[in-house]
């Protein structure tokens, strides 16, 4: 395949963003990417475009939505947000807009990250939000729409996550019991994640897809 396709990507300053960069930035069947970012990073590379903005005004940007593809790893925690209007504007908020933005410039493939356990009826707070949030990109109409539903996410952090790092500790010790269908609540590298947004791209279906974590884990160890 020769390198046409153009890629965004929102929250690749992430785990699964940073990984997803680097991936597209190495993959030969991109000749670009644009990345949305809040503050300058050190990153260069012929092929990369990184527009620096105020996710409260996205649309400002609408423009730079006119890719092939768009992957969205927007995420935060309630705690870092600082409250749960705050996690929702991260999380559900800029997520449907980018969605809406790139639908309007006509984008056929969209891959979001959500989460294990997304549901919009959950009585979880994060997992109801998770859920509204595909329920809400779902409706929108691209005809290729991926939702990754990632477990408990292994891998380096530019930010501390105290609450994570335990869980990351925990995860590790229960993984030898996680079989058949506790399969998918092993944990994940960031890594895998981003190799498998990639692959489902690549051969993309329409309609709206879901991938839980252990298909992730599989095909992001290919």
Not at 48 to 59: A, Q, T
Not at 96 to 103: Q, Y
């Amino acid at each position: 395949m020769n390198n046409t396709k153009s890629a965004m990507i929102l929250g690749s300053t992430g785990l699964i963003g940073r990984n997803l960069t680097n991936e597209i930035l190495e993959n030969s069947e991109y000749r670009s990417i644009c990345t949305m970012v809040r503050r300058p990073t050190n990153l260069s590379h012929p092929k990369l475009k990184e527009v620096v903005i105020d996710f409260s005004r996205l649309s400002d940007n609408a423009s730079e939505f006119q890719v092939d593809e768009v992957f969205i790893c927007l995420g935060t925690t309630r705690k870092q947000a600082g409250s749960k209007g705050s996690f929702k504007k991260v999380d559900y908020d800029y997520v449907v807009e980018a969605a809406m933005l790139a639908k309007a410039q006509g984008v056929q493939r969209i891959a979001v990250v959500s989460a294990i356990g997304a549901d919009s009826q959950s009585r979880f707070f994060y997992s109801r939000i998770k859920g509204q949030m595909e329920e809400a990109v779902s409706s929108i109409g691209i005809p290729s729409t991926y939702f990754f539903r990632p477990s408990l996410l292994l891998g380096e952090r530019k930010e501390v996550r105290p609450g994570e790092k335990m869980g990351e500790w925990l995860g590790k010790v229960v993984q030898p019991i996680l079989i058949g269908k506790l399969g998918r609540y092993r944990s994940i590298e960031g890594e895998k994640v981003a190799k498998a947004m990639v692959a489902f791209m690549k051969n993309s279906k329409k309609g709206v897809h879901f991938v839980e974590s252990d298909l992730i884990q599989k095909i992001g160890s290919l």
